[in-house]
């Protein structure tokens, strides 16, 4: 399930509550993230910063960024067909798969995907993640 979009006054108090000045910046780029960003790298939430609250800099993006992944708004993701790290706003329990043709990426509940370990009781998997790769029709 994707995060519920926040109001500016609980981004304010989440930032604060982990000692995070919440400059006007951060709370632009926390919305649009959180809000209306679909799986986002750097380079577009900057354009997308650009376009509607010019002058934020790269440095508060990336700042921005960093800050939503450790208060767990959202979390980093790296696929093999970009060497840019895509973050996600669904924080929950998910796998992902990606359309060669558009390469856009659709989440995908756990339970629409299972998998099936054959792993010695000397693991213990607390989590997994599964990529799917393929054309959506």
Known sequence: MKNSCLTTKEIENVLKSKGIQPTAQRIAVCKYVLCDADHPNVDEVKAW???NFPKISLAT???TMNI??????????????SDKAIFDNNTSIHHHFIDEKTSKIYDISSDEVEVKSKL???FEVKEYSVL???NKV
């Open 49 to 51: 910063a650009d376009e």
């Open 132 to 134: 799917l790769v393929g």
């Open 61 to 63: 993006v990336y700042n």
């Open 68 to 81: 939503l992944v450790e208060v767990g708004l959202i979390k980093t993701l790296r696929f093999p067909h």
């Open 120 to 122: 010695s009781n000397d």
